[in-house]
């Protein structure tokens, strides 16, 4: 079977041709590192990590970079909040090392770097120069805009003509720009003060809250040839893209909500500077829904993905996360996650079943089911045909459904049991739903689990002993030994807590 995706670009289904036969180029549009993920934000990454673990399981090897935002008025906005940081690079640290945490507890694929904005303002810079020296864009008073008249081919993306495009970027730009719809590529100086508090939280206590503008943070800012300032938005992702991948990639995944302005500014730049297809495939998730609106930080309408784990797990939300194709408006509500919970367990309970049975002096070498063998063979093919559907992640769940109500027939009517057949449904379950739909099964009984978070309290109890007793450096080196073992710990006001 052949995989055909939905390209926004041409607005076609197509088949999916990487320009590499063995190896793909994906490049995920990763978040601005001011707010807590939200279930929003965890459709993207588990859709691009579908996307990636199926591309695996069809042979090619997969290049994925995922970026970090980490430069941006609204991280600028969150400095001084005493739970956050001092200042933006603090900020942004602290929401990358919980965005990493909540990645691997929705056992997420690791892309193959994570780059952020303040590490590539050299390639940043140097872009921006190439674009003005091509005449693609031009200097204002230090700030550096792309001129969108240029690009004969802008709008491509969203289809809009530029004449019908309004003006992009803040309001004090205008009177700088030859047209309306020109995007800064390189700010002036830092953060205004203007834009500080129009970010601000109200509910979030910050140092330097007088009313002087002096008393707000204005952010990083670096030399360039135009003089102090920042990248603008667009451009970071053209530069991260063409430093970790090529001038011109297989895949760009986003969601739906970035198709305009920042992936059309993004197609414009990066072609305006290489004269060559910045991507081939443009893949756009759409929206998380709730009670009739997108789920958003900046509506207060979200669940946080930290929330949302520690409520449910990562399995449940991975359940509810790929119960409907990434290219379908996804609605969530207690009922849908109720929904999606109820569908894992009854995996959970499908894979368990298939595994002791296997493993039972039941299971016989010469006992034949056909209708189990022929079930397995149905779900595999319906699975691929799912995947291939440009990533139809809720047929490939229905197809394991289907597979779990044979197993469950097989393991009910009868006394001795098929052990070719459930060994090639396990199969089936680690591959399947396990290596691409990314779900963590796991049939080990419920005590030695137990013992296990018996343990982990033993050793967090140890270390809270070498802790009152100043012995520091032993007590981190416990906390890094349970990391490495697949144990996330958190620090709270109430003592340690843990995350097998």
């Known amino acids: 079977m052949t995989l055909h995706v939905s390209n926004t670009l041409t607005g076609d289904r197509e088949v999916f041709e990487p320009q590499d036969p063995e190896e793909v180029l994906l490049y995920v549009c990763g978040l601005t590192t001011s707010d807590p993920a939200h279930l ?20 090619y090897d997969v290049r994925h970079v995922e970026n970090f935002t980490d430069v941006n008025e609204k991280i600028v906005a969150r400095a001084g909040d005493p739970d956050l940081g001092d200042d933006e690079a603090a900020v942004a640290s602290h929401y990358i ?18 780059p952020r904005v303040s590490e590539h303002v050299p390639e940043i810079v140097d872009l921006v120069e190439t674009l003005v020296e091509k005449g693609y864009a ?18 491509k993306l969203s289809n809009q003509q530029v004449e019908d495009i309004e003006e992009q970027g803040e309001p004090d730009e205008l009177a ?9 590529l390189w700010k002036a100086d830092g953060v205004s003060a203007d834009a500080v508090r129009e970010h601000r939280h109200d509910d979030h206590p910050h140092a330097g809250d007088g009313d002087a503008d002096a008393d707000l943070p204005s952010g990083q800012t670096w030399e360039s040839p135009w003089g102090e300032g920042r990248p603008g938005w667009h451009i970071e992702c053209s530069a991260m893209s063409m430093t970790h991948l090529d001038s011109t990639i297989d895949v760009h995944v986003g969601g739906q909500d970035l198709v305009f302005p920042h992936h059309e500014n993004e197609i414009a730049q990066s072609e305006a500077a290489t004269g060559e297809r910045f991507a081939n495939y443009w893949l756009h998730v759409r929206l998380l829904q709730t009670k009739g609106e997108k789920m958003s930080s900046s509506l207060g309408n979200y669940w946080s993905v930290g929330d949302a784990l520690d409520a449910v797990g990562g399995n449940v939300l991975r359940s509810f996360l790929v119960s ?42 010469k006992v034949t089911d056909e209708a189990l063998r022929d079930a397995v063979a149905s779900a595999r093919e319906d699975f691929a045909a799912g995947m291939n559907d440009d990533f139809n992640t809720r047929q490939a769940v229905t197809a394991l459904m289907d597979l779990t109500a044979a197993v469950n027939r097989h393991v009910d009517d009868r006394e001795t049991y098929d052990y070719r057949a459930l060994h090639d449904a396990v199969d089936a379950y680690e591959e399947l739903g396990g290596d691409v739909l990314g779900f963590a099964f796991d049939a080990t009984p419920d005590g030695d689990a137990e013992v296990a978070g018996e343990v982990v309290d033993l050793v967090l109890r140890v270390r809270e002993a070498e802790r009152e007793a100043g012995n520091y450096e032993r007590a981190d080196e416990l906390r890094d030994e349970l990391v490495a073992l697949g144990v996330e710990v958190q620090d709270t006001d109430d003592g340690p807590t843990y995350r097998l």
Not at 40 to 59: N, Y
Not at 138 to 147: I, K, L, M, P, Q
Not at 327 to 354: C, D, M, Q
């Open 40 to 59: 929003g934000h965890a459709r993207l990454w588990v859709a691009a990590d579908v996307m990636h673990r199926w591309l695996e399981h069809e042979g």
């Open 138 to 155: 031009y200097e204002a008073n230090g700030s550096v805009y792309f001129d969108v008249t240029s690009f004969e081919e802008y709008g």
């Open 97 to 114: 090392q919980e965005l990493l945490a909540e990645m691997r507890a929705l056992n997420l694929k690791r892309a193959e770097v994570y």
């Open 324 to 365: 409907t194709a990434y290219h379908n408006e996804a609605v969530y509500s207690e009922e849908t996650l109720a929904e999606a919970e109820e569908r894992f367990e009854r995996l959970e309970r499908g894979y368990e079943t298939a595994v002791e049975a296997c493993d039972s002096e039941a299971a016989r070498t």
């Open 176 to 184: 700088e720009k030859r047209h309306p719809a020109d995007f800064a």
